[in-house]
């Protein structure tokens, strides 16, 4: 793809500042792949944000990181787009933090944003007919290198193992295997569950205590805090649970941390060719 | 515990809390999400397991049936985190179907927990969902 061409062109008619956004940062790819990153992040948030106050109600957070993750648990932002939109958003904060984004990490997030703009047409503007070409890497303005190529390709290399990695870690936390048909398993389980309470209701087995589970679900947490029976537990179980959650967000931190690491290694090599 | 017992434990997790799920009909992504995180941060299991239960070949051939009976059997600490975990699912989306109930009811039955050990479960529960809710609905 020439220097004056776009992949982005479709996007003028649905959002102008998100095109704006996206063309920058096809721009400096090449040329400063840092830059990329900060224009791409940017397009991701005005994205967020759009969607956000089109399709959502209450406080909006303007952490991006909290208004995916919102947009996401809603079903307005499906897995896929929001894979690709936390990784922008990943890479754009460490390149915002002074972490060098390598030329293969900014063009495979160009791709992505690519891919996640021509569905965000489709949700700005329903009934729209987007049909997305090929992505058309952009030239880089002066032909590179053997030795630099040979490097972009253990950088790629790299990057693709850094998101397999992180696709068995969304794989082990989701409800699903990513090879189970969930319609044919939901028949399933709905069709042994209804089997199993019309036996329980023949055999006269009452349901468990459901008047207290209506009582606990009606109830302000405070209250359950204060009520003196359950007050020790719950106080107990909260700091428990909050501590074995946040061991868990540290190690997947602290794996953020080593994937960058890893790539840093690798762009000091190539500054030492 | 064994890894093969791990694995299994890893199984009848999944294998309860998306019951849970379905029985409640419409399946928030937050249930999702707050399945592997307990999984991971209360239950202790590790990533591998998390993934590897999932695979057909542990948990397409398990019935409803196999999984009380493998709730039953498991230390009755971890059976207890395993109630409390389903219980977070169903409350996660602030309602509770009739089926939802049944569930719970065959789990606590298949765990013979007493009253007071129920609402202990439903307790935690209902604060560990309190930490996973999402702050922003949809319209």
Redesign the interface.
């Known amino acids: 793809m020439s220097r004056n061409d776009t992949n982005f062109k479709f996007l003028e008619r649905f959002d102008k500042r998100v095109a704006q956004l996206a063309k920058q940062a096809e721009e400096y790819v090449h040329t400063d792949p840092d830059s990329c990153m900060f224009k791409l992040r940017l397009m991701v948030e005005t994205m967020a944000k759009k969607l956000?106050n089109l399709?959502?109600?209450?406080?909006?957070?303007q952490d991006l990181g909290a208004m995916l993750?919102?947009l996401?648990?809603?079903?307005?932002v499906p897995r896929r787009q929001a894979d690709s939109m936390h990784a922008i958003r990943r890479d754009g904060n460490a390149a915002v933090h002074g972490s060098t984004t390598p030329v293969p990490t900014a063009m495979r997030r160009l791709r992505e944003a690519y891919k996640v703009s021509g569905w965000f047409c489709k949700m700005i503007k329903r009934g729209s007919k987007i049909k997305l070409e090929e992505f058309q890497p952009p030239d880089p303005p002066v032909p590179v290198d053997i030795a630099t190529k040979s490097l972009h390709g253990k950088i790629d290399e790299l990057e693709e193992s850094i998101e397999q990695r992180r696709l068995?870690?969304r794989?082990?936390?989701?409800?699903?295997?990513p090879?189970?048909n969930v319609k044919e398993?939901?028949r399933r389980?709905?069709e042994?569950?209804?089997a199993?309470?019309n036996v329980?209701a023949a055999a006269g087995?009452p349901?468990?205590?459901?008047d207290?589970?209506?009582l606990?679900?009606a109830?302000d947490?405070e209250q359950?805090?204060e009520d003196p029976?359950?007050g020790g537990?719950?106080r107990q179980?909260?700091r428990e649970?909050?501590q074995?959650?946040d061991?868990?967000k540290k190690h997947l931190a602290e794996r953020e941390e080593a994937f960058l690491e890893e790539r840093t290694f690798l762009l000091q090599k190539m500054n030492t060719l | 515990m064994y890894e093969s017992e791990q694995l299994d434990l890893a199984t009848l997790w999944f294998l309860s809390a998306r019951t849970m799920a379905i029985a409640g009909e419409d399946m928030p992504t937050v249930q999702e999400a707050a399945t592997g995180l307990y999984a991971q941060a209360i239950i202790g299991l590790n990533e591998d397991e998390c993934r590897v239960a999932k695979n057909a070949e542990h948990i397409a051939n398990k019935t409803l049936i196999d999984c009380l009976s493998g709730v039953r059997r498991l230390p009755r600490e971890l059976a207890e985190k395993v109630l409390t975990g389903v219980m977070m699912i169903s409350y996660s989306d602030r309602s509770m179907k009739p089926l939802e109930v049944r569930w719970a009811s065959m789990l606590a039955s298949a765990i013979e927990v007493t009253p007071d050990e129920f609402q202990r479960c439903c307790v935690n529960a209902r604060i560990i969902a309190s930490m996973l809710r999402p702050r922003m609905q949809a319209s």
């Open positions: 956000s399709q959502m109600r209450g406080d909006i957070s993750g919102a996401e648990r809603s079903g307005i068995a870690t794989e082990s936390l989701l409800m699903f295997g090879q189970e398993v939901t389980i709905i042994e569950l209804k199993l309470d329980a087995e349901v468990i205590d459901a207290f589970v209506a606990v679900m109830m947490l359950i805090e029976r359950h537990d719950s179980a909260r649970a909050e074995q959650l061991t868990i």
